[in-house]
Nanobody
Framework: QVRLVESGGGLVQAGGSLRLSCAAS????????MGWYRQAPGEQRELVAQ???????QYADSVKGRFTISRDYTKSTVDLQADRLKPEDTATYYC?????????WGQGTQVTVSS
């Protein structure tokens, strides 16, 4: 069973920064994809950023230039550096990892950006 543990959420003022971290318990097999989704109240869950095993990354248009995803393959961790945060970034952020075609999710961490 894969377990993903997130940390780093919180309350921040607009223009501030947060760093979200996620560690996967299954360290023997490397996930093909690791990344972050987010879900605001009343909204659908949306992709924020993800990084493939080969190193290529993708970002939502709304966070390009402000968020940076990084991955440590030896530790099966993925971090999300979120800078210049906006109130519309407020959401629950979920870490996810794909092992052999199956996605696994963390429990979520709340990010609240005040105006």
């Amino acid at each position: 069973q894969v377990r993903l543990v997130e940390s780093g959420g919180g309350l921040v003022q607009a223009g501030g920064s947060l760093r979200l971290s996620c560690a996967a318990s299954r360290g023997i097999v490397t996930p093909s994809v690791m990344g972050w989704y987010r879900q605001a109240p009343g909204e659908q869950r949306e992709l924020v950023a993800q990084v493939q095993r080969g190193g290529s990354s993708q970002y939502a248009d709304s966070v390009k230039g402000r968020f940076t995803i990084s991955r440590d393959y030896t530790k099966s961790t993925v971090d999300l550096q979120a800078d210049r945060l906006k109130p519309e970034d407020t959401a629950t952020y979920y870490c996810y990892a794909v092992y052999v075609g199956k996605p696994y999710w963390g429990q979520g961490t709340q990010v609240t950006v005040s105006s």
